[in-house]
């Protein structure tokens, strides 16, 4: 008879690369637990100074799914705590999925933290704001079709003719693809950023044009690792060539916490 107490596993996000860039929750469920299986090819040892003395600390680089799956729920069942760590957050492109579901067979109980992605960690860094009012107010998460397919009608040229904000993961290998068809719907012109490593201690944020992101991505070594930012908000926030104000701070508009002020004729 298992008289263990179980705990649920926990997903949770590492966040970009920045220790101090965990949630508070994550944070706590790292101080807890007895066993972080990280994903070690992306989640910096750093993050781990949230573990306390006895947690054991495994890098998930070198293993499949049944590896990871096998070592969770065998540690679980023994009634310790789990965090299986996740760089950004784990809910974009963090591969959860298919360990819920093998969890889900064994009737594993687990629980997702979320976590600050490289996307928000490069817009901070670049001061920049992706929905500007009258400029853009969309923002598409995306990557371009490797040895990962994307759906047809997810192709990276189809959502580039938006010409949104458009943050471009898992694709700094591909750079040559990318610029063509950021230069088709942008403009060959047009101002891009290749945010590397964001928020790490060798972080880069190198803007350029769409034509030109092969070019300085090989100038810089850069061939992984990095987010590729493209659209309208890029220019204007680098530049500040745009006078932006939104409705929201406008005293003469009125919403359902403060009266508008008339305009003087």
Same mark, same amino acid.
């Given at each position: 008879?298992?008289?263990?107490?179980?705990?649920?596993?926990?997903?949770?996000? %590492?966040? =970009?690369?920045? =220790?101090?860039? !965990?949630?508070?929750? @994550?944070?706590? @469920?790292?101080?807890?637990?007895?066993?972080? &299986?990280?994903?070690?090819?992306?989640?910096?040892?750093?993050?781990?100074?949230?573990?306390?003395?006895?947690?054991?600390?495994? #890098?998930?680089?070198?293993? /499949?799914?049944?590896?990871?799956? /096998?070592?969770?729920?065998?540690?679980?069942?023994?009634?310790?705590?789990? $965090?299986?760590?996740?760089?950004? /957050?784990?809910?974009?492109?963090?591969?959860?999925?298919?360990?819920?579901?093998?969890?889900?067979?064994?009737? !594993?109980?687990?629980? $997702?933290?979320?976590?600050?992605?490289?996307?928000?960690?490069?817009?901070?860094?670049?001061?920049?704001?992706?929905?500007? =009012?009258? !400029?853009?107010?969309?923002? !598409?998460?995306?990557?371009?079709?490797?040895?990962?397919?994307?759906?047809?009608?997810?192709?990276?040229?189809?959502? %580039?003719?938006?010409?949104?904000?458009? @943050?471009?993961?898992?694709?700094?290998?591909?750079?040559?693809?990318?610029?063509?068809?950021?230069?088709?719907?942008?403009?060959?012109?047009? &101002?891009?950023?290749?945010?590397? *490593?964001? #928020?790490?201690? /060798?972080?880069?944020?190198?803007?350029?044009?769409?034509?030109?992101?092969?070019?300085?991505? *090989?100038?810089?070594?850069?061939?992984?690792?990095?987010?590729?930012?493209?659209?309208?908000?890029?220019?204007?926030?680098?530049?500040?060539?745009?006078?932006?104000?939104?409705? &929201?701070?406008?005293?003469?508009?009125?919403?359902?916490?403060?009266?508008?002020?008339?305009?003087?004729?």
């Amino acid at each position: 008879m298992n008289t263990h107490t179980t705990y649920p596993i926990i997903f949770a996000g %590492a966040g =970009p690369g920045d =220790p101090d860039l !965990i949630t508070v929750k @994550a944070a706590q @469920a790292l101080e807890q637990a007895d066993l972080v &299986l990280y994903t070690g090819s992306l989640v910096p040892e750093s993050i781990l100074k949230w573990t306390t003395d006895g947690c054991q600390n495994v #890098s998930s680089a070198g293993m /499949d799914l049944e590896k990871i799956t /096998d070592l969770l729920i065998s540690v679980q069942k023994a009634g310790r705590h789990v $965090v299986r760590l996740h760089t950004g /957050d784990p809910s974009l492109y963090g591969a959860i999925f298919e360990q819920m579901q093998v969890l889900d067979e064994y009737s !594993i109980p687990y629980q $997702v933290i979320p976590g600050v992605t490289a996307a928000f960690a490069s817009a901070a860094a670049m001061k920049m704001e992706y929905t500007l =009012p009258e !400029i853009t107010q969309t923002l !598409i998460l995306t990557r371009i079709s490797g040895r990962t397919p994307v759906p047809e009608i997810e192709d990276l040229k189809h959502l %580039a003719e938006h010409r949104s904000s458009l @943050a471009i993961y898992l694709s700094a290998a591909h750079l040559e693809r990318v610029s063509k068809i950021l230069c088709e719907s942008y403009g060959p012109d047009a &101002l891009c950023a290749i945010a590397y *490593k964001v #928020s790490h201690p /060798d972080e880069k944020i190198i803007f350029s044009s769409a034509k030109d992101l092969p070019e300085k991505a *090989k100038a810089n070594r850069i061939d992984r690792h990095a987010l590729i930012i493209a659209g309208k908000a890029v220019e204007t926030s680098l530049t500040r060539s745009e006078q932006v104000a939104s409705k &929201l701070y406008d005293r003469t508009f009125s919403h359902g916490y403060r009266p508008g002020v008339a305009k003087k004729s």
